[in-house]
């Protein structure tokens, strides 16, 4: 077997047989494996074309392998250059420590590379965690990648970055199952745990070290159904019985004991397949798309792109393509004279900073939901500037400017954000528009009406909106727009950056009569 790459592709001459999971490595490193399953036939040629993660890291030279990611055995091995630099290939965070291919597709930090003080740690929260769990009167025990490496061979496994515990819920009734995840997550902040909710039954409870190494935990939901079915959000549903679940046995994971389904082998068989006990660090989870809606419509799905945003954001504060816009939007000061600026959307808060340096004495409210975002904002705000955790998947946004703000009356500006958000997330920001206008408050807003050449589902910041798409949404909470291009030519700026003014609906107008006034 011989390897070859380039910066688009690494190819392998003979895909080996009997091997499931494929370790690539730069420099002995490993950066990403994947499932040889799904690349041909053994003896086959193949070509994997790089994921897009690490396509910024692919410069300099290397020595890249190929292993066995079940023995650790060296496949093959060859000399890289990717370009003309002589440095070494390194892919790593912003303090040097080492990163791979998470099974989102995404950089992130290992267990293994996080080292074995970080993983003692994790267990000894998540042991504390299960305490608190039981302590509420709940039924803990663990899941996910936690319990497959506890079963399989006594420890975390080295490729995944957290753990995962989940708790028994009495309830059968999904509402019944939410009302009691969110009062969950309110217990435990007010123990001091760091939430970031991902749904009603998925949060993240978030941890430090003192070096600043970030770390979690996964908590979900679990319950049973009228159907004979078990569910745990976001991924496993499927047939078991409470005498396979019930009592719990144990498992050890490192020396310390977990509570663990009664049917282990039941429970890994739904959550990944039966070939579980087989190490495949390439493995993906493909939750099936009747599972995912009824999870995502019982209990929402709040995190939406976050991680491309947040990623986003670590490698950068603005992008000059958001620039036309926020001119715009800095040039419609004079209808913005409210004592409270809302900046919907603000990223790292260079639209709120420009608004406070304007002056006009207002205050400056900026929401985001990307808190690599908001951490940014805040190294950098000036006097009478706040910027706030705010998601607009969740209902619990619309009391955000009274909360904040107080009972004034609220202007509210948003930067390229309706296009580069999903329907859900736009429902609710119509919402704080009309909240705004009813306030006695203006509303302004900017959006790309054509996509990037290259728009795809998973970089929101090619996507776009029509005219006719955002009369039409804005008629449904009783408002009317008018738009406004952005620059001098219109030609000249390929993807149609336009302004758009918000208005309460005029008294006896129908709903979608509402049509466009342009340049008003």
């Not at 745990?232 to 509570?259: A, C, K, N, Y």
């Not at 329907?423 to 959006?447: C, Q, V």
């Not at 009406?449 to 909106?465: C, E, I, S, T």
């Amino acid at each position: 077997m011989r390897l070859n790459a380039t910066r688009n592709h690494l190819v392998i001459d003979a895909l080996p047989r009997d091997v499931v999971s494929l370790d690539i490595r730069f420099d002995d490193a490993r950066i990403w494996s994947v499932d040889a399953r799904d690349l041909g036939a053994p003896g086959d040629e193949c070509q994997i074309e790089w994921p897009a993660a690490l396509r910024s890291s692919l410069t300099g030279r290397t020595r890249l392998s190929v292993a066995d990611s079940g023995s650790g055995a060296e496949l093959a091995a060859a000399e890289i250059r990717f370009d003309d630099d002589e440095r070494r290939v390194r892919v790593v965070d912003e303090n040097g420590s080492p990163l791979s291919l998470n099974k989102w597709g995404r950089l992130g930090a290992t267990l293994d590379s996080m080292g074995s003080g970080i993983r003692r740690r994790i267990l000894q929260r998540a042991t504390l965690l299960v305490e608190h769990l039981e302590e509420l009167g709940l039924r803990p025990f663990a899941v996910g990648g936690t319990l497959l490496g506890g079963v399989r061979a006594g420890t975390l496994l080295p490729h995944d970055d957290d753990a995962d515990i989940a708790y028994l819920s009495r309830h059968t009734n999904p509402a019944d199952v939410a009302v009691e995840a969110f009062g969950v997550g309110r217990e435990l902040h007010a123990r001091g745990y760091e939430l970031k909710r991902h749904s009603a039954t998925h949060m993240q409870l978030l941890f430090r070290d003192e070096n600043g190494t970030e770390y979690y935990i996964d908590v979900f939901s679990a319950f049973f159904t009228p159907d004979g079915r078990i569910n745990q959000p976001f991924h496993v549903r499927g047939e078991m019985s409470e005498e396979q679940m019930l009592p719990f046995g144990t498992v050890t994971i490192d020396g310390f004991e977990f509570p663990a389904p009664a049917d282990a082998d039941r429970w890994l068989t739904l959550n990944y397949d039966a070939n579980w006990r087989e190490p495949m660090p390439g493995y993906r989870i493909v939750t099936p798309i009747e599972t995912r809606r009824r999870f995502e419509n019982w209990f929402g799905a709040f995190n939406f792109q976050r991680e491309y945003w947040d990623e986003f954001f670590t490698a950068q504060d603005d992008t000059e393509s958001w620039a036309p816009g926020r001119d715009w939007l800095l040039g419609q000061e004079n209808g913005l004279r409210s004592p409270v600026l809302v900046d919907l959307g603000c990223g790292s808060g260079e639209l709120g900073r420009a608004f406070s340096a304007a002056g006009a004495g207002r205050r400056i409210l900026g929401l985001d939901f990307s808190d690599v975002a908001l951490e940014r904002a805040r190294e950098r705000a000036p006097e009478n500037t706040a910027f706030v955790h705010t998601n607009l998947y969740r209902m619990t946004s619309l009391a955000v400017p009274q909360r904040h703000a107080g009972p004034e009356p609220f202007d509210l500006v948003a930067n390229h954000l309706m296009d580069q958000i999903g329907h859900h997330g736009r429902n609710y920001a119509w919402r704080l528009m009309r909240m705004a206008l009813r306030s006695g408050g203006h509303a302004r807003f900017t959006f790309h009406a054509r996509p990037a050449d290259d728009v795809n589902f998973d970089d929101p910041a090619g996507w776009h909106l029509s005219e006719d798409q955002l009369v039409e949404e804005a008629a449904r909470f009783g408002m009317e727009l008018g738009f406004s291009p952005i620059g001098e030519n219109l030609e000249d700026q390929g993807r149609h950056p336009t302004g758009a003014v918000v208005h309460l609906a005029s008294p006896g107008r129908r709903e979608g009569t509402l049509r466009p006034d342009h340049g008003r």
